[in-house]
């Protein structure tokens, strides 16, 4: 019978290794702090008005055109939806780049390992 190679576990970090990451972890953390509740507040209300203003200009722009152009088509349900869906991707859009510039780590040399 053949046998398999044994494989020998990944080489856990020493002590001082371990100690060294969460203090520069912990550094890094003290340098950029942590978003507060007015961050989070502020984000909601971005969020908010980022939806909420273009389905407004929307609606009023086809109330707008329903009373001066009457039609068998509601323009005001057709651009409130519109408004709804630019609005939802404008939001998108924030949350992503806040989600990403959260979770970017530049590198400092401060945090590079010898």
């Known amino acids: 019978m053949k046998q398999a190679p044994k494989r020998t576990p990944p080489a856990s970090p020493s002590l001082a290794e371990q ?23 502020g984000m909601m209300g971005l969020i908010g008005w980022s939806v909420a203003v273009p389905t407004l200009l929307g609606a009023a722009l086809g109330l707008w ?15 409130l939806m519109a408004g709804l869906t630019i609005g939802c991707l404008n939001a998108w859009h924030w949350v992503s780049q806040e989600d990403r510039a959260m979770h970017a ?3 400092d040399e401060d945090d590079r390992q010898p």
Do not use: C, I, M
């Open 105 to 107: 780590e530049p590198e």
């Open 65 to 79: 055109l329903d009373q001066h152009y009457p039609d068998g088509r509601s323009w005001t349900l057709a651009l």
């Open 19 to 41: 100690v060294g990451a969460k203090a520069t972890r912990k550094l890094k953390a003290r340098r950029n702090g942590a978003p507060g509740v007015w961050f989070g507040l």
